[in-house]
Nanobody
């Protein structure tokens, strides 16, 4: 059983930056591909970015490409999401998720989820 705890959310002005962290415990971190998803009020949860087990392979959604960067530190069992040039439409609860072995872009593919962290971008 993998436990995931996100941190780093908050309120930021448009154009600003935040770095989200997700600390994993309870499993072998390097067995899991990791993903970030977000959910705005009244909307479905959407894929943001994912990263493979070694950290070499990453994939970003078009809406965040060039602004967000996913990374992981396997020694610290932590995955990060660096968010730059934030826009009001990035406002959402951000969730990290773990999937055994393989990358995925659908929320249904991920087995473990954190509780989420709120990101609010003011205009």
């Amino acid at each position: 059983q993998v436990q995931l705890v996100e941190s780093g959310g908050g309120l930021v002005q448009a154009g600003g930056s935040l770095r989200l962290s997700c600390a994993a415990s309870g499993g072998s971190f390097t067995n899991y591909a990791m993903g970030w998803f977000r959910q705005a009020p009244g909307k479905e949860r959407e894929f943001v970015a994912n990263i493979g087990r070694s950290g070499v392979t990453t994939y970003d959604a078009d809406s965040v490409k060039g602004r967000f960067t996913i990374s992981r530190d396997n020694a610290k069992n932590t995955v990060y999401l660096q968010m730059n040039s934030l826009k009001p439409e990035d406002t959402a609860v951000y969730y990290c998720a773990a999937r055994r072995f393989w990358l995925g872009v659908r929320s249904t593919e991920y087995e473990y989820w954190g509780q989420g962290t709120q990101v609010t971008v003011s205009s």
